[in-house]
């Protein structure tokens, strides 16, 4: 992959770096170091109390530590040997030489795979993403990186990021948005072989609005982030790329523009020439547009040119919630696109057939629809996702004998490197091949974790749930003496939980379909299980609300009351601001992992699979990705032997089953206890979960279906 020229911009640092430690800023400036536990160690020695005040953020670290921490690490010899390795690892993981892709297809310097979305979560320094989608873009390019495959993502900015969480006294959220100071962050301006920034004009109704790209180092894979807040720009277009899904429909239309002819103008200017297409949710379609543009100026007709486009797109949808489709009036499409024509201009009626589709309210222009006509191979995010999309889109293709492009699956992934607490990966080091981690897909590699000796997998798990409660008063205690919240707020935040109890954690979303409120529907039920003397169990929740969905606020406002209420004794708790932070610890510290969609709405989910590669368990509907995973032995299924059309009919029922499961089967399995103290059923599932749920539900696995099931037969 030819690398754009730009190097890395010095960070602004108040005191000079020893020499020793040269490249600490290089170290710091790559987010590589997120997942690979050298280089954290590296950060986390340096100064530990200001890696956990500044939420390891080794950009800030740098700027604000004292210089005499930095002379004495240059002085030690065990942490200049942690520092050589890291950056040994470092310089491997950048070459690309070395994985899965290289070792099947052949060296590095192929041309990349453009990856298309409207978020990338990568660490909480950059929050430019808001949940699932953003996660998985992240770890899909952190993966990409460690197969050796060639990849550059293309993504927004948005300097005020996604929403941060604050809540009233009531439990209201309220929405903060701050000005991210980018000095702060992992991320600088691409720049052109002149050493200047590079710059890209996109064409938005009758005006050209200059796009700035920023790219953010993921090991081997390069993200770009376009951004409109430029000097030049009028104020409006500077705010175009403020936030993420914080504007009206004519901004959100603007923005999609941006990043799909703004994207594709970008690699251009950096001279990246993909072999392949990658839209990543309908946010990333107008890609086609400008690609198609492109080579019907280079002189081909309109059907060549969408043949060759078809053989070059991939694109994933994510959702089977019909509201989760954009689409606009094409009254917005003819303002907006007016100046991207150029020589498609006299296509445009075929262009504009392509995203046409009548969603039962009238016809309009539907970014999904686009996609779907215009890449040669769509794909699901889980088998049953699969069989709703299908069939959502059935009549996408009317006027033709057969299906173009049936929709596929590919099951999402997490990056369990990313993922999985550093206290189990150590642990696994100990007892799995010594690779593990570039094998994390093979089944047999995670079948060594049985000789890991139950008492050991418990201590582990029981200190995971020791650094949650750790990371939950810390906050809480902020709270208190800085934000001054009062203290009934504080119990609400979890200060009462106890470290030894059955702690069940829920965080995503607040959406009415996820049903967040579900498992309080019986308050008396539920009391008494959460109060039961000997087995008091605990409930975890955190997760932000967009805020145009008035549903989602008033389901987290529920929640949040019940953790006030003190008959639940403190067993309740909301972590405010949920953010990739927030959900390391949960997903690492809690027991088990609740998921009550109402199906088939969740289209896949990845939240329970990093619950699992830290072996805490899932209790879940069968909906998204969990009945590809469950096998009776792994975690539960809330089966409530019914399914009906009737919301209120199915939530009683689903609620029941959700009761019946913990009374029954969760809470006796995590107490039942030897005369060693150990939970040996309970013991024996989180060695299943991990075992059958690590390989299978890996990125590494995966990405490897996209490259041999899209990917691949797409190009050949
Ligand atoms: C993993 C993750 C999500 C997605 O979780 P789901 O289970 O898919 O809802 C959302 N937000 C954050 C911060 C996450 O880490």
Redesign the pocket.
Known sequence: MPLPPSDLAPLDLPSPIPARLARLPELACDVWWTWNWRAREVFRRLDYPLWRQTAHNPVLMLQTMAPERLERAAASRVFLELYDEALAELDAARRGDTGWWPAQHGGPGAPPIAYFSAEF?LHQSLPI????L???AGDTCKQASDMGLPLVGVGFMYPQGYLRQKLSADGWQEEVYQQLDWSQAPIERAAGEDGEPLVVSVPLNARHVDVAIWQVRVGLTRLYLLDTDLEPNAPWDRELTARLYGGDRETRIQQEIVLGVGGVLALRRLRIAPVLWHLNEGHAAFVVLERLREHVEGGRGFDDALEDVRGTTVFTTHTPVPAGHDQFPFQAIETHLAGCWGALAEHRERFLALGSWDSGAGTQFNMTALALRTAGRTNAVSALHGIVTREMWANIWPDEAQVRAPVMSVT?G?HAST?MATDMARLLDRYLAADWRDRVDEAAVWAALAEVPDAELWTVRQLLRGHLFTFIRERMRYRWRVDGVAAPRVVAGGILLDPAALTIGF???FTPY?RPDLVFRDPDRLAAILNATRQPVQLVFA?KAHPADEGGRHALQRVYRHALDPRFAGRVAFVDD???H???FL?QGCDAWL?NPRRPL?A???????ACVNGVLNISIGD?WWPEAFDGTNGWLIDPGLASDDAEAQDAADAAALYRLLEDEVVPAFYDRDEDGLPRRWIAMVRRAMTTVGPRFSTARMLKDYVTQMYLPLLR
């Open positions: 979560a993403y808001a949940g699932g953003g996660v998985l999402n997490v993922w965080a995503r979303r996820k997760g949920y953010d990739l927030v959900a390391h997903v998921n969740e896949s989910g990845t939240s329970g699979m990093k998204g």
